[in-house]
């Protein structure tokens, strides 16, 4: 069976702060795609980032980064100098190879508040 | 290239009734899978559809079903709709190009409130 564990419920920081969200996982899979996506209050989830678990090499976007350590399942999301616009619901998903694995399966979620 | 659209956008019921909700994938994307969002629950996988096939479902009701056209327009049925079916219901896209790489992509949803 697939889980994601995000503990962190609500995260409240002021505009400028660096923030880390924790996404941990666990999976039998030895090939499985790990994802973030980010919910806005209109609704609609917004896809962030994919990373195949093949691939441990950490990714910088713009202020957003991401580390995936396959030795702790954990694949962290780090929003450097926040901004007001971050404000959302992020979800860290995981997805297994094929069959019933496929579906993605969602962690609860992290509010974060960015205060300006 | 547009999104994914869904409609409608808000919905208002009552209990007993049905309900159809309508997906239109990202152009050329085959694969249209369906979640649903509470506030208890979560987000919960509950079928996903390619080639006018259900390929995978997840653990909910008979009430609960869907199709797929052949244009790759996906709807989803809720029959004997009950209080505890409110919720965001997300319509997802894909190009299915097959395993697990390819990447969902997710429209606003539509808002279903049972009465």
């Known amino acids: 069976a697939q889980k994601v564990t995000q503990a962190q419920t609500e995260i409240s920081v002021v505009e400028k702060e660096d923030v880390t969200l924790d996404c941990v996982y666990e999976t039998r899979d030895t090939t499985y795609y790990l994802f973030w996506y980010k919910q806005p209050p209109s609704g609609e989830l917004v896809f962030l980032i994919r990373?195949?678990?093949?691939?441990?090499q950490n990714e910088i976007s713009g202020r957003y980064s991401w580390n995936f350590q396959k030795s702790t399942s954990s694949f962290n999301f780090t929003i450097t100098a926040s901004q007001v616009v971050d404000s959302a619901v992020y979800f860290c998903?995981?997805?297994?190879?094929?069959?019933?694995?496929?579906?993605?399966?969602f962690g609860s979620g992290t509010q974060l508040t960015v205060l300006p | 290239k547009a999104g994914v659209t869904q409609t409608p956008r808000y919905l208002i019921k009552t209990r007993g009734q049905q309900v159809t909700l309508s997906c239109s994938p990202i152009?050329?994307?085959?694969?249209v899978s369906w979640y649903q969002q509470t506030p208890g629950q979560g987000l919960q996988f509950l079928f996903e559809?390619?080639?006018?096939?259900?390929?995978n479902k997840g653990n909910f009701p008979g009430r609960f079903s869907g199709r797929q056209f052949s244009n790759s327009r996906s709807e989803m049925n809720v029959s004997t709709l009950e209080l505890g079916d409110s919720a965001l219901y997300l319509c997802?896209?894909?190009?299915?190009?097959?395993?697990?790489?390819?990447?969902?992509?997710f429209g606003p949803g539509t808002r279903l409130t049972v009465l």
């Open positions: 998903a995981l997805r297994g190879p094929s069959g019933s694995a496929r579906q993605l399966t």
């Open positions: 990373r195949n678990s093949f691939d441990e």
């Open positions: 997802a896209s894909s190009l299915a190009v097959g395993g697990g790489t390819d990447t969902q992509y």
């Open positions: 152009s050329g994307h085959r694969s």
């Open positions: 559809y390619f080639s006018e096939t259900q390929r």
